[in-house]
C-alpha cells in the first residue's frame, strides 16, 4: 500500500525480478531466505508481495496465494498478467488492460442510457407512478446503476472494499466540485434554494454516517437499514417539498419532469430549433403504408446503425460509434426495450420473441459468472438447455398468438424482463470492472481507494458530466445543477447500504470496513469540506453563481487530487485516527 513508484518502476523495467540469490524483504523487515524457501512463504502473504520475487516465480505465487484470487468474474487478469504474458511484454499487457477498462466503461454506459433506463421509464409508468416519485426511484436508479453495481460488486470482497469507498466520495467530490462548477462556468444562474439546502443538508448527513461507520470500522443490520430508510425518507421530503411548492404557485405550471424537481418559473426556455429530428425522416417516408416481413423487421430493429446520422456526424463521433456498434448489436440481441412515448411501444414481434430466449440465457449465464447456467440436474441435464427449451416453446406460443402490427396486451412485461436483462449486464461489466482495477492495482502497487476516487469515479460520472454540462449549454443550469446533487445522494445511500445489506447473514449480520490507508480520511474530509463551503457560499451570494463559483470549485478539486496522489505516494503522512 501506498508503494506506488515501486510498482511503477516494476513495471517499466519489464520485470523488477531479483537475481536469484538476493534476499527478499517482508512487510515487517523481515528477510526470506534465498532461493525456493520464498515460495514456501507464499501462502496467506498479500498479493502485492508478487514484485518481491523473482519474474520466474511470480505464476506460482499467483496461483498459490488466496489472496491473488479473484472473486466472480469471466477473466483471471492476474493469472493473465503475470503467467500469460512474458515479463518483457508486461507494458504490453498494462495497455490492454488499459484499453479494456475503457471498453468496459462504454458497456456500462451504453447499458444504461439506452436500455436500463428506458425500460424502468416504462416501468414507472405502468405503475403509474408521479413525475417526482419516479424521477427520485426509478430514474435515479437508472442514472447511478453503474456506481451502485459498482459498490455491490466491490463491497462483495473485503479486499476491495476499499474500491467502493473510494467511488463513493470520490464521485461526490468530482461532482459537486468539477460538474457543478463546469454548470456555473458555462451558464451562470440562480440557482433554487430550497432543492439545493435540502439536497446539500441530506447529502451531508450521508456523508457524516459514513464517515462514522469507517471509524467504526464496522457497519451492522441497522445501520445498513438505515441507509435505506434515509433514502426513503428523501424521496418523501422531495415529494412533500414539490406539493408544497405547487400549492404555493396555485398549480400554475405542470408537474415538473422526472430530472427537474421544482424547477423555478423563470427559467429561460430555449428557442425551438427550426427544424427538428424528425424532419430528417419526411421525405424518406413511403407515400402508401405497407406491411414488412417479419425477416425485414428482425433486420432492421437489429441495425444499431442510422445511416442518415452517420453521414451528417463528424470524423470523431463516428469512430467512437465504430467502438459502440458490437455492444449495442450484443445488447439489442439480449434485451428488450420498451418504449411508451411511441405508438407501437417500441413491439417488434420477430425480436421480442427471439428476446424470450436470449434474455433467460442471458441471466443464467452471467449470474455468478455462469456457475448456475453451467450446473448439470442430476448430473446430466445442464440448465442452460432446460431454459433453451422452455423458452423456445414460449417464443413460439407468442409468435403464432400475435402479429407485427399490434403489441400484445401484456407486452408491459418485456419492460420488466428488459429490466432484468440489463441488470445483469451491468453487474458483469461491474464485475469485471472491480477485478481489473485490482489487477492494475497490484501491478502500480496503488491502495483500492485511490483507484476508486480517479478511475472508478471518473470512469462512472464521465456520463453525467456530459449530460449536466449539456443540460446547462442548451439553457437548463438550474435542472442540471439540481441533478449534481440528487444523484449522488441516491449513489451513497443506496450504495453503501445495499451493497453491505447483501453481504450480511443471519450468522454474521455486520461487515467489516477497514481503511486501506489514511486516504480514506483526506476524502472524508475533502467531500465534507466542499459541501460546506457551498452550503456557505451559495447562500450568501443570494443563490446567484457565476464563474467565480466555478473557477473556485474546480480549483478546489484540483488541489485536493494533487493531496490525495501526494498522501497516496506517502509524500505526505496523516496520522490514522
Known amino acids: 500500500m501506498g508503494q506506488g513508484a515501486t510498482g511503477l518502476a516494476g513495471v517499466l523495467s519489464l520485470a523488477g525480478a531479483l537475481p536469484a540469490g538476493t534476499p527478499q524483504l517482508l512487510d515487517a523487515g523481515h528477510t526470506l531466505p534465498p532461493g525456493g524457501d520464498a515460495l514456501s512463504h507464499a501462502r496467506g502473504l498479500d498479493c502485492w508481495e508478487v514484485w518481491k520475487h523473482n519474474s520466474s516465480e511470480w505464476c506460482h505465487f499467483i496461483r498459490s496465494n488466496p489472496d491473488c484470487r479473484l472473486d466472480g468474474g469471466f477473466l483471471d487478469y492476474l493469472d493473465g498478467v503475470f503467467c500469460v504474458f512474458p515479463p518483457r511484454v508486461l507494458p504490453l499487457a498494462v495497455t490492454l488492460y488499459a484499453l479494456w477498462l475503457l471498453y468496459l466503461f462504454i458497456i456500462l454506459g451504453v447499458t444504461a442510457e439506452k436500455f436500463f433506463c428506458p425500460n424502468l421509464s416504462a416501468i414507472s409508468t405502468n405503475l403509474k407512478l408521479s413525475h417526482n416519485v419516479a424521477g427520485v426511484t426509478f430514474l435515479a436508479f437508472g442514472n447511478g446503476a453503474p456506481d451502485v453495481f459498482s459498490a455491490v460488486v466491490a463491497f462483495s470482497d473485503p479486499r476491495t472494499a476499499g474500491l467502493a469507498i473510494g467511488a463513493v466520495f470520490g464521485a461526490g467530490v468530482f461532482v459537486t466540485t468539477v460538474v457543478a462548477g463546469g454548470i456555473a462556468l458555462v451558464k451562470p444562474f440562480t440557482a433554487a434554494s430550497r432543492p439545493f439546502l435540502r439536497d446539500v443538508i441530506f447529502y451531508m448527513v450521508a456523508v457524516f454516517l459514513t464517515f462514522v461507520i469507517l471509524y467504526l470500522g464496522r457497519i451492522r443490520l441497522g445501520e445498513a437499514l438505515g441507509y435505506l430508510g434515509l433514502y426513503v425518507f428523501y424521496v418523501l421530503a422531495v415529494v412533500l417539498c414539490t406539493w408544497i411548492h405547487r400549492r ?4 400554475g405550471l ?12 423563470d427559467v429561460e426556455e430555449p428557442e425551438p430549433s427550426s427544424t427538428s429530428s424528425g424532419d430528417y425522416g419526411e421525405e424518406y417516408r413511403p407515400l402508401l403504408p405497407s406491411r414488412e416481413t417479419s425477416l425485414r423487421i428482425l433486420a432492421s430493429a437489429l441495425n444499431p446503425l442510422d445511416c442518415r446520422r452517420w453521414r451528417r456526424k463528424p470524423w470523431y463521433w ?23 412515448d411511441k405508438d407501437d411501444l417500441n413491439w417488434r414481434r420477430p425480436l421480442n420473441c427471439l428476446h424470450i430466449l436470449t434474455s433467460p440465457l442471458l441471466c443464467i449465464l452471467t449470474l455468478k459468472s455462469g456457475a448456475y447456467g453451467l450446473y448439470q440436474i442430476q448430473g446430466v441435464f445442464p440448465v442452460w438447455a432446460l431454459v433453451t427449451l422452455v423458452a423456445s416453446a414460449l417464443a413460439l406460443i407468442i409468435f403464432i398468438t400475435t402479429s407485427n402490427e399490434e403489441p400484445p396486451k401484456y407486452h408491459c412485461v418485456f419492460a420488466f424482463l428488459g429490466f432484468l436483462a440489463s441488470t445483469m449486464w451491468i453487474n ?8 481489473i482495477l485490482r489487477t492494475l492495482g497490484i501491478i502500480f502497487q496503488l491502495s483500492n481507494t485511490v483507484l476508486g476516487l480517479t478511475l472508478l469515479a471518473w470512469g462512472n460520472s464521465i456520463g453525467d458530466t456530459f449530460s449536466d454540462l449539456t443540460m446547462a ?5 438550474r435542472m442540471a445543477f439540481s441533478a449534481c446533487f440528487g444523484g449522488i445522494i441516491f449513489n451513497i445511500l443506496v450504495g453503501v447500504g445495499l451493497g453491505c445489506l447483501l453481504q450480511m447473514s ?35 451570494q443570494c443563490f446567484q453563481l457565476g464563474k467565480a463559483y466555478g473557477l473556485c470549485l474546480i480549483a478546489y478539486y484540483l488541489l485536493f487530487l494533487c493531496l490525495a496522489l501526494l498522501t497516496e505516494f506517502r ?4 496520522p490514522a485516527p
Open 248 to 251: 404555493q404557485r396555485g398549480d
Open 506 to 540: 443471519s450468522s454474521q449480520p455486520l461487515v467489516k470496513l477497514e481503511p486501506d490507508s489514511s486516504l480514506v480520511w483526506v476524502l472524508a474530509g475533502a467531500l465534507g469540506l466542499s459541501l460546506a463551503f457551498s452550503l456557505v457560499t451559495v447562500p450568501a
Open 318 to 340: 463516428r469512430l467512437f460509434k465504430a467502438f459502440r456498434v458490437p455492444v449495442e448489436l450484443l445488447l439489442l440481441l439480449t434485451v428488450p426495450v420498451v418504449d411508451p
Open 473 to 477: 449549454r442548451q439553457g437548463y443550469p
Open 571 to 574: 509524500v505526505i503522512h496523516f
Open 428 to 435: 458483469a461489466a461491474a464485475t469485471e470492472l472491480v477485478n
Open 254 to 265: 405542470a408537474p415538473p419532469g422526472a430530472w427537474e424537481p421544482e424547477m423555478p418559473t
